[in-house]
């Protein structure tokens, strides 16, 4: 079964510092991964995905993540954070299968420190 | 291209009454899921459509939630009698086929008094 693992609950950096969120999956075959962001009282955003090729991905916001099937590893990374990245953070995986499901982890609040 | 529509964005309703939630998706898209996300917590697949036959509804309490999709589009997820543990925000999403990426509307806010 698909599972995804965040251990970080809440993370805390400051402007202009650099981010990595970290998402471990677990899947048998090839996944597709995802990462999302939330805002306060808003839906989820997609910020990029993975589903075969390059393994490092680029996204929206200047967000990047890399996928290193070694360590079933997707973390999310920004050389620089902004006020605005404030948020949480979703890892995702999908299967190549049509009859996939997405499963979510438990998600990484993000605040930044003036 | 219009995103994924829900109704109501916010419902408050006594335990042991009935609530029903709707939306519709991008169209063309044949994939719908109705995810639930409690306070501080991912959202948990509740139910996912293909067209409009049930993929997967593993983890839907069907003893008193209930959702249908009919003619393959708009989609209505159903809760009666409605428990306090069922308060959280109803997160509807559509994709263009099962194995892509997922779009998500505005969500569903349900307090359970």
């Known amino acids: 079964a698909q599972s995804v693992t965040q251990p970080d609950i809440h993370i805390t950096v400051s402007e202009g510092a650099s981010l990595e969120l970290r998402c471990n999956y677990s899947y048998g075959a090839t996944p597709y991964l995802f990462w999302y962001v939330q805002s306060p009282g808003q839906g989820l955003q997609l910020l990029l995905k993975y589903f075969s090729g390059d393994t490092l991905v680029q996204g929206i916001k200047g967000f990047e993540a890399e996928f290193k099937r070694s360590q079933s590893s997707f973390n999310l990374r920004k050389p620089s954070v902004h006020w605005s990245d404030a948020a949480e953070y979703f890892c995702a995986v999908g299967a190549v299968s049509s009859a996939s499901k997405i499963i979510f982890g438990s998600g990484t609040r993000l605040s930044i420190r003036p | 291209e219009a995103g994924v529509a829900q109704s109501p964005r916010y419902k408050i309703i006594e335990k042991r009454q009935s609530v029903a939630f709707w939306c519709n998706p991008i169209?063309?898209?044949?994939?719908l899921y109705w995810y639930q996300q409690i306070l501080g917590q991912g959202p948990k697949l509740l139910i996912q459509?293909?067209?409009?036959?049930?993929?997967?509804d593993s983890q839907l309490p069907k003893d008193r939630f209930s959702a249908e999709r009919l003619k393959g589009v708009d989609s209505t997820l159903k809760i009666q009698p409605a428990k306090l543990e069922d308060s959280a925000v109803y997160l509807c999403?559509?994709?263009?086929?099962?194995?892509?990426?997922?779009?998500f509307g505005q969500g569903t806010r349900l307090t359970v008094v």
């Open positions: 999403a559509s994709s263009s086929t099962a194995n892509t990426e997922a779009f």
């Open positions: 459509f293909q067209n409009n036959g049930v993929v997967d």
């Open positions: 169209s063309g898209h044949a994939t």
